[in-house]
């Protein structure tokens, strides 16, 4: 028996039909809605609540511990909740605006595109020049291992079917044509002059969002810029959930390489027709991201990065013909996905080392990643050690209960006094990855937390200012903190931390701690030796370096010496992209970076429960 599901979003109304039975979540997603599920729909996280008008089964005793009072005003979990009658699903996120850092910092390259043409006007065949076609164009392109034109080579290679569409196109064309070349390699031939027509495109895959960046080959100028959340997180915010889904069928697997690869689609032209130009003319692709998106995003089995001893299928450059990954750009177009070093420092961290300058640095300088794992890197020309420390999803709003992402109604910041800015200046739904630092370190500046982590009680408030202890409550049996409250509210309620909140944080800060100071005992360092720290992406450009000190989350020695380098894994593949010479630097990069694994550290351990504190 089929049901009538009304789905309510932002003063628009849609209906589809759905089974009996049919798990709400994936009706959802079929008719292309998709809740925050940072863990996958298996029922943790309770990001995916949705409000329900009509009938429905009693909810579990795992939907009343994650909703609470919220239950009695209609919430369930959408991937808990069966269909059984005809229903109206209220969602009032589905416009919401994501903030995603695509600004970084720019170095000026020596041009040296990934891609190249070359305009040439052949002599005409007649009995005194009986040269065959190819060889004519090779000579007069510089092709032929003369050592002028695009490539000095002994000998050429070429796509498919170049030569049996070449004699018609160079009579046709009265044998004026544009050669266009990667490596050595012929790509195709066009009539006419079409060397103006020359672009390539730069992708950071993240976890959470996907940057993308449009250039002129030519000139090297950026076009435009554009960025998406990454479709796949609806399987999951960290990257085992994506590991975890695809390896369950082969369906699976193509469905999450489809998914990236849609969205990769979508951004191109997005770009493209910002920038006034056809995707066809787009020749050149480059990937950055960590290793497991560049496994999806190929269609590689990732599974041995999720398991001991962490083996990724390869960490090397990879070069494809555009159609062998289904991009939507010239069929003749090159992709290049960049190189990692292992299964948990992947090509964005070498794209943050090579785009920062780290690698060229004297003495030693840290580049610090924070997201669900934290890549951190420490060295510089003549040394470069890395680990991966797995801080979790809390910094991205995951399992924090009033956590969300960088999006429209999410709160930023905290000031003194908990005055806090909320991203598009809307009613305050949540809080992001920046604000929850601001509000532990407010919390630990009012006294409301101890160097434990834990909250003030009845016993332990009785010092603190009335403006504190009265924003001290309870929430669903757990102590919490009224960060917002209700009449400021966007929610159905107070946006509170609780305790278990500070717990996540306090889990997430250590990690990321511990690492760096793992990375100096290996290197045999102390904080006086490091010149620079490097923060990247959007989380690392968008905290308070003062919060982030407070909580422990970056050292205080280092706070003055701190400098945000943005979407550096963007910059990096953009660079790659530019120049032939900085892609074989980010090779030599990977190859160089020794990897310490933090699993099997004994400092680590011992760090990581030092930093658990609040000083």
Known sequence: MEYRVDIRANGSVRTVMAEEGANLLEVLGEAGILPYTPCGGRGTCGKCAVRVEGGGAEPSENERRLLGERLAKGFRLACSFRIGSDICIHIDSSGEQAVIMTAGTRRQVVMDPLVRKKYVELPHPSLDDQRPDLERLLDMAGLSGSGTGLSNLSGIEMKPGILRMLPALLRSSGYRVTAVEAWGRLLSV???????????????????????????????????????????????????????????????????????????????????????????????????????????????????????????????????????????????????????????IGADTVSGVLSSGLYERDGYSLLVDIGTNGEIVLGGRDRLIACSAAAGPAFEGANITFGMGGVTGAVDSFTQGFRYTVIGNAAPRGICGSGIVDAVAALLDAGAIDETGALADDTTAAGLPQ???????????????????????????????????????????????????????????????????????????????????????????????????GNASGSGASECLLSQRMLSVAEQIAKKVRYVELSASAIFSDRYIENMIFM
Do not use: W
């Open 190 to 344: 066009e009539a006419g002059n079409t060397t103006s027509r020359l672009y390539g495109t730069a992708f950071d895959i993240g976890t959470t969002t996907v940057a993308a960046y449009l250039y002129c080959l030519e000139s090297g100028k950026l076009l435009s810029a554009g960025s998406m959340m990454n479709p796949q997180r609806k399987f999951g915010a960290d990257v085992i959930s994506r590991i975890d889904r695809a390896k369950t069928s082969p369906q699976a697997a193509d469905e999450m390489r489809s998914l990236i690869t849609e969205c990769v689609n979508e951004l191109t032209g997005q770009l493209a027709r910002n920038a006034g130009i056809g995707v066809e003319d787009i020749y050149a692709a480059v990937f950055s991201g960590n290793t497991t998106m560049l496994h999806l995003l190929y269609g590689l089995d990732a599974s041995g990065i999720a398991v001991s001893p962490f083996i990724p299928v390869t960490c090397r450059t990879i070069r494809l013909d555009a159609g062998e990954l289904g991009i939507g750009m010239n069929a003749s177009g090159q992709v290049i996905l960049l190189p990692c070093v292992s299964a948990y």
């Open 467 to 565: 403006e504190v202890r009265e924003r001290l409550t309870v929430t669903d049996g757990i102590r919490s903190f009224i960060l917002v409250p209700e009449h400021e509210s966007g929610t159905s309620g107070p946006i509170t931390i609780t305790q278990k909140d500070i717990r996540e944080i306090q889990n997430a800060k250590a990690a990321i701690a511990a690492g760096i100071e793992t990375l100096m005992a290996e290197a045999g360092i102390s904080y006086d030796d490091i010149d620079r720290v490097f923060l990247a992406g959007g989380f690392g450009s968008t905290i308070n370096v003062r919060s982030a000190a407070r909580i422990g989350l970056l050292p205080v020695q280092l706070t003055d010496r701190v400098e945000a380098v």
